[in-house]
């Protein structure tokens, strides 16, 4: 099992969503982060105090996947994700050691 | 205000006044040919009364949304309560024996504090010196609005940081020591500045620039400077939480501000119009350039450098609402919007002080460009009353623009700020002794909303 982490622009979930769905994710979390990485972030002014602002908004989604097809998402998360300006986020694969689906006692693959 | 006077005694019985001031310009009204006393005029009374209304709609909402909106979500309601409980403080103060040293008869630098002690005395009968055409109570009630906002002005450049209790006490004293006898020398019978009453150097100041803005704008500086940074400034982003609030405030203040000066006429008369139309298009004129200088400087014209603008303008033409024609008024507006960005933003970031809301950089340098501006612009066919009711030496002496009562402008603005500021040094002083000015470090940064108040602005 591999869990995949893709820190994407927030105007892109709705794209990689339904990417995913398409391929036959069945589920996934998502959460409102902040952060910034070469894009850095911007300079906001009132009454002519600049402020910089480093932390950019993102959107993290999370979802974990049987081994045979967690390639085959990242390539469709970055398919849809990508506008080729600098700030498109990033995506981050780790291995699973267990998982259960609480209602059930399913575990593993089982579980996903 | 006492300004509108000459016009205000014409339109009572009170011939004899206007005869022996030998300026029949305007009709004797009709109403007024027979009794004694002075009689109110129900017309002069309801726009009074509204105008009260509109001047305490300044504080609340008004100036709570607009301070509200610029602070940190940590520090919402303390900023509020800074002017709401003044709403409550300065209405008893005033009551007790604050009208009676602003109003009551004294010397050229304050009243009588027995006079009208718990307001003994202020009743429906017209006070003839003040406002001859509405009932005393309503100029009372009308001036109590101005002691309620102006400490509330001082508010921005405490926020975030001072202690209730050091601000209640600081305030309380300031009130009494500053603006008290600062209104009985510009606005009071016999008051120093009372060009209109007995004063002894003539003054323009239709609406309050050295009462209300200058001196709570040297104050608010005086308390940025002793009080001192907020911890994190100016490093640490401290961006207004919410600039929708400030956008409300900002309307609320334009239209409350029709009755601070056109109210100050003190009846609903021609000089009312004139006092409405400066303010308007001062306010107006100083938005867009604002909204210029900082389009240029800084590449972009952001709404509330818009709204500072229309605020600034307003404070700008409030000392010279009923002396200056429209034009003069642009004219004052648009100096207004430059001078005050230029004060918030490089006399700021070279001295370094942290007038968290800017209360110094739109009030007190807005009122500076206005007195100074009224002592050249005003203008007699605008105010006719400025044109002889003054004297020195026994004969009428004009303050229609001109380099004399440019100087005596400058003078009042001098004393103003030496008054407030070294009055608000000292007081600072004392009530750091005695309560502490400013909240310890923790209390801070978990904000006063919760420090000093037990509660959160948003809650979920």
Known sequence: MKKIEAIIKPFKLQDVKEALNEMGVQGMTVTEVKGFGRQKGHTEIYRGSEYTVDFLPKVKIETVLPDDIATKAVEAIIKAAKTGKIGDGKVFVSSIEDAWRIRTDDRNNDAL | MMRAQMESIHRSQRKFSWIALGLGLLPVSALAQDSGGPTVSNGDNAWMLLSTGLVLMMTAPGLILFYGGLVRTKNVLSTMMHSLILMAAMSVLWMVFGYSVAFGEGNAFFGNPAQYFFLKDVGTTPNA??????????FMLFQMMFVIITPALISGAVAERIKFSAYLLFIVLWVTIVYLPLCHMVWGKGGYFNWALGGQMPVLDFAGGTVVHISSGVAALVCAIMLGKRDGFPNEPMMPHNVVYSLIGTGLLWVGWFGFNAGSALNAGELATRAFSATHFSAAAAALSWATVEWLLKGKPSVLGVASGMVAGLATITPASGFVTIPSAVIIGLAAGVGCYLAVTKLK?????????????????????????????????VNPAIAATYQAGGAPVSLAGSAGQFFNQLKAVLFTIVLSGAASFIILKIVDKTVGLRVDIEDESVGLDLSQHGERAYNE
Request: hydrophobic share 45%; net charge negative.
């Open chain 2, 129 to 138: 010196d003040y406002a001859a055409t509405i009932p005393h109570q309503t």
């Open chain 2, 349 to 381: 970031s070279t001295f370094g002080y942290d007038d968290s809301l800017d209360v110094f950089g739109v009030h007190g340098i807005g009122s500076i460009i206005g007195m100074l501006l009224v002592g050249v612009l005003a203008s007699v066919e």
